[in-house]
């Protein structure tokens, strides 16, 4: 009797053991040769997503996995969505589609990017569902005007199904944040009397330079210009003004071309702005440095060169312009 207990005995270590190393086994057993990201698409049970597994060989037999299910129900609700199931045991990649932990896209806006080519990007961006109407994107942004401008350049973060109306409505979101911290602390007796006008102003600083450190100087001499009641003759809103018709170099037909942006031949600011301004370029447009200048002309190296008078600016394009124009 003695004998027969130490058997048992014996034979339940074994079974334990052999029974223990299974489980670690099967706890650590990997997804094999996932080459790419995994769609957990509407309507996918566990015996589906397993079959699809096996299909792709990331495992040998889903037999082990349907006996997991049947214990944990709770630990195969899968949850819709994209992801990154590579480096993981079967096991992980079970538990990351049931926690929802979905792979993390991202869209980033450009500081002077216009609203086209934001909608352009945002048409071919992977896992994005484009659901922009143009005849009513101001209306699915909750905006009386443009949109042009009103969409803070940043990287958002996204997952996969993510509208496209959504992620613009965060980038508007963030651009009124801004907007709103920016204008509280604006500087006195400006010659800007609301928000937008300083987010048009801030739209032609940030096209007209990029560098970050002669924004100050390019705003004031806009805010000169508008004191003075001169008109801002300024490049890139007639290039604005052109869209498609803008072959890559303006002319002076250009420059004569009567457009609502022209501000060679209307008065004040533009109607909208022209592209999407960073934080900086309206911090820029409503706290201006102080100087006497009303003229700037591209250097060639990404800078300026300021001037107070058109006689001193006049010698300042024929330095920086007709020079390099003459060298090449």
Partial sequence: ??????????????????FTHQVAKFKSLPLNNVQSLFHVKPGTGFN???????????????????????LFPEKVTLKVGVYDISDLTVLAAIEKINEGQQQQFFFTIIEGEQLRLVLNKLK????????????????????DGSAEGYLLPETYAYTAGTS??????????????????????RAQNLPISTPYQALILASIIEKE?????????????????????????????????????????IKRQDL?????????????????????????????????????????????????????????????VQKYILKRRNDS
Avoid at 218 to 243: C, E, H, W
Avoid at 258 to 274: C, D, E
């Fill in 1 to 18: 009797m003695k004998n027969f207990f130490l058997v048992v005995i014996a034979l339940t270590v074994v079974v334990t053991i052999l």
């Fill in 48 to 70: 589906q997503l397993c079959r699809a597994w096996q299909n792709e060989q990331y495992l040998v037999s889903c037999v082990p996995y349907k006996f997991y299910a049947k």
């Fill in 124 to 143: 071919e961006s992977r896992y994005i569902t484009y659901d922009v109407e143009l005849e009513t994107l101001t209306e699915q942004l909750g905006l």
């Fill in 164 to 185: 496209a109306v959504s992620l613009l409505n965060r980038a508007k979101s963030k651009m009124d944040e801004v907007l709103d911290v920016e204008w509280n602390s």
């Fill in 209 to 249: 330079t990029g560098y970050g450190p002669e924004r100050g100087l390019i705003s004031s001499v806009f805010i000169n210009r508008l004191n003075a009641k001169m008109r801002l003759q300024t490049d890139p809103t007639v290039i604005y003004g052109l869209g498609e018709q803008f072959d890559g170099d």
């Fill in 256 to 316: 004569r071309q009567y457009t609502p942006y022209n501000t060679y031949r209307i008065k004040g600011l533009p109607p909208t702005p022209i592209a999407m301004p960073s934080q900086d370029a309206i911090r820029a447009a409503l706290n201006p440095e102080a100087s006497d200048y009303f003229y700037f002309v591209a250097k060639g190296n990404g800078q300026h060169q300021f001037s107070k008078d058109l006689t001193a600016h006049n010698r300042a």
